[in-house]
């Protein structure tokens, strides 16, 4: 019902039609590029916009095999000598493509063509976390352009996923969970030589090859533990902790100084039919919902809208409001707990 993508409009004013959309701080433009391209070529027909969604999830479906395929090799290669998965890191890493890929909740990122400004912006997040991953195996191999790489994943990819819609945010702080549980600040060294690539892998750089991930602290806060190119511990400041300082820490703040006085002012709520407590409540309940609806599925729970969640007005009103952040602060705890002997299981979570 966008009159800026009815035929005349669109042709006539094409770029008009793409800053058209208010639904988001910056517009979303690049959802909307792609939405205007499409309808210039294709008109409003339903099935080509249904088809395009389809093609996205495909490729980010691609993406999560790729980022998979690196982050479970790696893992799989620092396991003690003797020790393997019963299920190696190739075939982990295809179903775990699968299971993205057919998983029933992606449903309205699909089919739902409006979506696909959802779908657009995990593609820029993951192909951000390729990029960054790539940078990081090229530091730790001593190669030239790791941190251009790093860098350039870490900006470009954040901007371009924001400009789709505004979740792209969060790439940073998947990035920073990514090296804390699992690349833990690990930097150049010459004592580690490279182990032979996963099957299929063909051996090259940031594709298939993986590093033997000797036992390193996790990102430092100041001077002790850093390892160097030469494997030798030195003093100074991890080179990786201003890079999440610059694209995590202080975007954080500021973001949080911009949008906490509107939220916790009393006219937010003002015509809502819950306080800003009952939300952050009710909230935990929404969260395990989200979890029970990938791991046990219901047709009747995939919908676009949840209107009709109760609002928890108390911990026990309704129970389940308790037992959901129970849960919550319980995998979490879980997770700190396990980030070195499990550090599969603590990245999921």
């Known amino acids: 019902d966008n009159p800026a993508f009815a035929p005349a409009a669109l042709h006539a004013h094409f770029w008009h039609s793409v800053w058209s959309t208010h639904s988001g701080p910056l517009d979303r433009p690049l ?3 792609s939405f205007a391209t499409q309808v210039w070529f294709t008109g409003l027909a339903p099935w080509p916009l249904k088809l395009g969604n389809v093609l996205i999830h495909l490729c980010n479906g691609w993406l999560v095999w790729l980022l998979s395929r690196r982050v479970l090799g790696w893992l799989e290669a620092g396991l003690p000598a003797g020790r393997r998965w ?4 190739e075939t982990q890493a295809l179903l775990v493509a699968a299971a993205w890929l057919l998983a029933p909740i992606q449903l309205t990122a699909v089919l739902y063509v409006i979506q ?8 820029f997040v993951l192909l951000g976390l390729l990029a960054y991953w790539h940078g990081r195996m090229r530091l730790i191999r001593g190669r030239p352009h790791a941190w251009g790489w790093i860098w350039g994943g ?3 990819g954040t901007v371009l996923a924001v400009l789709a819609k505004e979740t792209g945010v969060m790439l940073p702080a998947y990035a920073f969970v990514l090296e804390w549980l699992v690349l833990r600040g690990r930097l150049a060294t010459h004592e580690a030589p ?4 996963p099957r299929g892998g063909g051996g090259r750089e940031g594709e298939g090859t993986v590093m033997q991930p000797f036992p390193t602290p996790a990102l430092p806060a100041g001077g002790e533990g850093v390892v160097g190119a030469s494997g030798a511990r030195r003093a100074g400041i991890n080179p990786l902790v201003p890079v999440f300082l610059v694209v995590l820490v202080i975007p954080g703040v500021l973001g949080l100084a911009w949008l906490l006085p509107g939220v916790l002012s009393g006219a937010a709520y003002a015509a ?3 306080t800003l407590a009952q939300r952050l409540l009710t909230e935990g309940r929404v969260m395990v919902d989200y ?3 990938t791991v046990l599925p219901s047709p009747n729970a995939l919908s676009l809208y949840h209107d009709d969640i109760r609002v928890s007005t108390g911990w026990l009103q309704p129970w389940t409001t308790a037992a959901s952040w129970a849960l919550i602060a319980g995998l979490l705890g879980a997770a700190l707990g396990l980030r070195r ?3 599969l299981f603590a990245l999921g979570v």
């Open 31 to 33: 959802s909307m590029l």
């Open 86 to 89: 019963l299920v190696g890191a």
């Open 116 to 123: 696909r400004m959802e779908s657009l912006a995990a593609t």
């Open 154 to 156: 870490l900006l470009a």
């Open 194 to 197: 490279p182990s032979p690539p």
């Open 272 to 274: 809502r039919p819950f």
């Open 291 to 293: 979890l029970h609806w």
């Open 341 to 343: 002997r499990a550090p």
